[in-house]
């Protein structure tokens, strides 16, 4: 009778590839799957799965944990939302290639872009490199609990090449975007998954700059796109603004097509053109059905801005009154605002900005949820601000402030400012169905103090299986081979996404009829002492990395097997014979 490492036995297997799903046993060995179906061996460890769901590990693609990676090892919040590979150095941004110079350049503009506080960043990273092959040489002698792939950012190569001129978007020579050409080569020969950039006025550095890329012409994208051609590997990867979509949508299209290589763009609802996306995943899809390989990043639930007292950002943070309290320690602010003197000026008082977002959003209290247990990310009318209030026979900032200060000042209201344009995830749902799109954007790593979505796996399970009243479900075998396989493949990872022999063994066993998102919290574990947002999830029974269990009923176990992957991994052989 064979033995295994470890069997997971009579759970309900949905495999990844889109096939219904099926009860069954999984065995692993030397850290990949070596078999599915009824195993009559003996596991080191079993796991009795018998009610519950086992899938493959979940490929995040586009995250921001490019700092972290270099001073922690728990990819955290992804990894406690079944995550098992995540794809960081999205949108441009990142730490490599990097000159001493230009160190504080780069933290102010992630600080800006990604909301991770200067402090943080300065304490936190080693900067152990200069080149792009470099910093893949110090994250391979790291280990995490999950695995993890870098992408080569343009501002960081930009600024590399071109100094202040790349910083001040002045436009690149064709010295400079042949250099920026053999720097791509090499970051894509040594390892990177592919190469970020950003075309949008919404990324800007701590001190309101633009992203050093925003302006970047078709020669110099072109020119970096056809370094990763000549190396025959690499996905692109972008984010714009698409203030003139059919001549953006044609540009990326035409990068596609000079230089071979896959890319990828987010697409999102915005409040401005509620039907805008649908040109553009319009634009996507005619490519994709020409053989182009395009694809569409799409989240599964609003892009929402978190706001509360311990949070960046609330509806009194333009208010002078709140400014006389705003650098005083949390316990202090929750006591100024409970006294009644202090209550009584704060909300007699007025927003003071020129800043639209503080000025216009943070005052939209028919657009501000409030954020509570269970969490519902598709709130009707009746959670408004407006509507509370209302009910409640005060003003809206009335209301805001009372439900702050619930959980000794530690409620959060929701502020969805994409995706939800209509009140509804009707359109999501059609993002998601589309055969161009992938799951993306949940931006793990980044916006400490204002967005958590990180736990975007874990609404996909409950939300769009299990929950939904609001509309139409989407089946867990769709959703499953979506953020699994078709996520492993786009990014050129062959070996894992499937519950198949010889695959890798990332897997996760899930205890659906009982998961569970809970309510985001702040929590103080960066460099220092920096505060982050962190969302946990009950209903994981067991996440599995390589073979080991790096997480157990949502607590992590301390297993370290997560590496560095360096480029394209190729598909077991075993599977490849059977083709």
């Known amino acids: 009778m064979a033995t295994y490492d470890l069997i997971i036995r009579g759970g309900t297997i949905i495999d990844g ?49 490019d700092g972290q990676v270099t001073w922690g090892e728990a990819i955290s919040p992804s990894s406690l939302h079944g995550v098992t590979t995540a794809v960081m150095g999205n949108c441009g941004v990142g730490f490599a290639p990097c000159k ?71 436009d690149a020579t064709l010295d400079d975007i042949k250099a920026m050409k053999e720097l791509a080569k090499e970051a894509v020969l040594a390892g990177a998954m592919g190469f970020s950039t950003s075309r949008t006025l919404n990324h800007r550095t701590s001190d309101g700059q ?23 590997r690499g996905v692109l990867q972008f984010v714009s603004d698409f203030n003139d979509p059919q001549k953006e949508a044609a ?43 395009m694809r569409a990043q799409v989240a599964p639930r609003p892009v929402g801005v978190l706001l509360g007292l311990e949070l960046t950002l609330n509806p009194f943070s333009a208010h002078p009154v709140y400014r006389e309290i705003a650098a005083l320690p949390f316990t202090e602010r929750v006591a100024r605002l409970n006294d009644a003197d202090f209550r009584a000026r704060l909300l007699a008082d007025e927003p003071s900005t020129d800043n639209p977002f503080l000025k216009v959003m943070l005052r939209s209290f028919g657009k501000i949820f409030q954020l509570s247990d269970p969490v519902d990310y598709e709130p009707g009318p009746e959670r408004t601000l407006k509507a509370i209030a209302a009910r409640r026979g005060v003003k809206p900032e009335e209301a805001a402030l009372d439900l702050m200060l619930e959980r000794g000042g530690r409620g959060m ?30 931006d793990g790593g980044a916006h ?103 997480h157990r009923d949502g607590t992590p176990t301390g297993a370290r097997p997560g590496r560095l992957v360096r480029g394209r991994q190729e598909a077991p052989a075993s599977a490849l014979a059977a083709e």
């Not at 195993?39 to 079993?46: A, C, F, L, P, S």
């Not at 929701?414 to 992938?438: H, K, R």
């Open 210 to 232: 633009p992203t050093p890329t925003l302006t970047a012409s078709q020669d110099e994208l072109l020119g970096i796109a056809m370094g990763l051609a000549e190396a025959g």
């Open 448 to 550: 400490v103090g204002m967005i958590c979505d990180g736990s975007f796996t874990t609404t996909m399970l409950t939300h769009w299986i299990r929950d939904r009243h609001r509309g139409a479900k989407l089946s867990p075998e769709f959703l499953v081979h979506r953020q699994a396989r078709a996520t492993a493949e786009w990014i050129g990872l062959w070996d894992r996404g499937l519950i198949a022999p010889g695959y890798r063994a990332d897997l996760n066993v899930i205890d659906l009829a009982n998961l569970k998102l809970h309510l985001p919290e702040v929590i103080h574990d960066l460099p220092a002492n920096g505060r982050r947002l962190m969302q946990r999830a009950s209903g994981y029974t067991a996440t599995i990395l390589k073979g080991e269990i790096t």
């Open 100 to 170: 001493p110079a230009d160190h504080d350049r780069l933290i102010r503009l992630m600080e800006g872009v990604e909301d991770i506080p200067f402090p943080v960043l300065a304490e936190g990273l080693p900067w152990a490199w200069q080149s792009f092959p470099d910093y893949l040489d110090y994250l391979s002698e790291r280990r995490f609990d999950t695995d993890i792939c870098a992408q080569l950012p343009h501002a960081a190569l930009r600024v590399f090449v071109m100094g202040d001129r790349g910083a001040n978007r002045e």
């Open 17 to 65: 590839s889109g096939a219904p799903a099926f009860e069954g046993d999984v065995a692993v060995s030397g850290g990949v799957i070596a078999a599915v179906g009824k195993v009559n061996g003996k596991g080191i460890e079993e796991i009795d799965a018998r009610g519950q769901t086992v899938t493959p590990g979940f490929v995040d693609l586009h995250t921001h944990y």
């Open 413 to 442: 209201l929701y502020l969805p400012f994409l995706n939800y344009a209509q009140g509804t995830l009707d359109p999501i749902a059609e993002m998601m169905q589309s055969p161009a799109s992938l799951p993306g954007l949940s």
């Open 251 to 293: 540009l990326l299209r035409g990068l596609v097509e000079k230089s071979g290589r896959p890319l990828s763009v987010s697409l999102a609802q915005a409040d401005v053109a509620p039907e805008g996306w649908r040109l553009l995943l319009g634009a996507i899809e005619a490519a994709a059905a020409d053989g182009l390989p």
